[in-house]
């Protein structure tokens, strides 16, 4: 066991039986089932608002996610002798989901469809136990400076001890209170987004014209650039030509998303489909979870359109999907999103020493073009009625 996490352990009420390094991380086998020990490099209000969703997530039946363990003094963070804070989750004896194997991606569009049931059910219950989490803690600390006060602390030693004056303070619980706002998603505008990323698109391609010596990368980029950059333009006008049906959609799927359901995040166990690490998770459209989970599985199954209309399916049998969802789900494929992402990474990159990984990736997008319009083509077939 190692030395500079023994004390870690010791501060959980649990009697490690096994350990192994897991992708940065600890998997422990202990006497109150499995866990794992995280290093903690995020926000603590992230974290506590992560808490106080699971925690509602739990009360409603699901059995199958990372919750959170608190250590024996309650607290959601434990320091090692270094100072580097330290989370505890359940974790569960299981596999990711290969994305190319069809039954493992149904079983975990199942799971998907079963959390935004829940999450559509705890939304607003979640903004109700959120406020009520940080007047609580508000008042643990109002009555912590009163105790050090009584014990004779003059203020400046007591501001020393909380790193806040009595505005600061104020501050801060202002800050607290607030801060479910930072998770509510839902007034992104998806044509706003479009707009920006096309925007991107087509100064990145200002900039790679205005380089004297071009790579292979840049100059095949400019080369295919316009083609995307127009597809772009396309979606974000038929969204904002639409845009009473975007928040018909977005007011019908409205709830707790994950905010990174992919194949890492799924652990596919024998008796259940596990879902792990929402640092991301947010209140908004939960289409947008099924769209990002379905559009990797398409770039990894050559855009096999019977294999999106199972996971279609599959979704809308516990979450029902009308028309006007098809027709959100079907702009957002449109998109080239991968492109997009591609060239804002090569934007941001030292093009100096520029990875061949880039050419490649550019080069497999530009193969895969062709089927991903022949699986748009099916979708289109279904969505307007072949009109």
């Known amino acids: ?82 100072r580097q804070p330290y ?93 479910s706002m930072d998770i509510d998603s839902s007034l992104e505008d998806v044509c706003g987004k479009f707009a920006r990323h096309n925007a991107q698109i087509r100064k990145i391609g200002r900039f790679v014209g205005g380089v004297k010596r071009k790579n292979a990368f840049e100059n095949l980029y400019l080369k295919v650039y316009p083609d995307f950059y127009e597809q772009g333009v396309t979606c974000a006008q038929m969204l904002c030509e639409k845009t009473d049906t975007v928040k018909k959609v977005s007011k019908a799927h409205y709830g707790i998303c994950h905010g990174s359901f992919n194949q890492h995040n799924v652990i596919l166990c024998k008796d259940l489909t596990a879902i792990v690490h929402f640092e991301r998770f947010s209140r908004g459209n939960q289409l947008n979870d099924l769209y990002q989970f379905a559009r990797k599985v398409m770039e990894k199954n050559h855009f096999d359109f019977g294999l999106l209309r199972v996971l279609l399916e599959e979704y809308g049998n516990v979450v029902e999907l009308d028309k ?28 100096a020493f520029l990875s061949p990984k880039f050419l490649e990736k550019l080069e497999t997008v530009i193969l895969s073009e062709k089927e991903k319009q022949e699986m748009l083509a099916k979708l289109k077939n279904i969505v307007f009625d072949k009109v």
């Not at 969802?325 to 990159?349: G, H, M, Q, R």
């Open 87 to 179: 989370v505890l989750k359940m974790h569960y004896d299981g596999g990711e989901c290969n994305m190319n194997e069809p039954a493992d991606v149904s079983r975990a569009v199942k799971a998907m469809a079963d959390f935004h049931l829940y999450g559509k059910q705890i939304s607003r219950d979640f903004e109700v136990k959120w406020n009520e989490n940080c007047r609580k803690k508000e008042q643990r600390r109002v009555e912590e400076i009163r105790q050090v006060m009584e014990d004779g602390e003059e203020m400046e030693r007591i501001s020393y001890l909380y790193e806040i004056s009595r505005s600061a303070l104020e501050k801060a619980l202002s800050k607290e209170e607030n801060a």
């Open 324 to 351: 006007d969802d098809y027709k959100y789900l079907y702009v957002l494929f449109s998109y080239p999103e991968k492109f997009w992402k591609i060239a804002n990474s090569y934007y941001n990159t030292n093009k």
């Open 1 to 82: 066991m190692s030395e500079k996490l023994a004390e870690v352990y010791e501060q959980y009420e649990m009697k490690i039986s096994d350990l192994k390094k897991g992708r940065g991380s600890t998997i422990l086998w202990t006497d109150v089932g499995m866990r794992i020990l995280e290093p903690f490099r995020g926000s603590m209000v992230r974290l506590e608002q992560e808490y106080v969703l699971k925690e509602l997530l739990k009360e409603k039946g699901m059995n199958n996610l990372d919750y959170i363990i608190p250590n024996k003094d309650g607290q959601l963070l434990t320091c090692d002798k270094y």
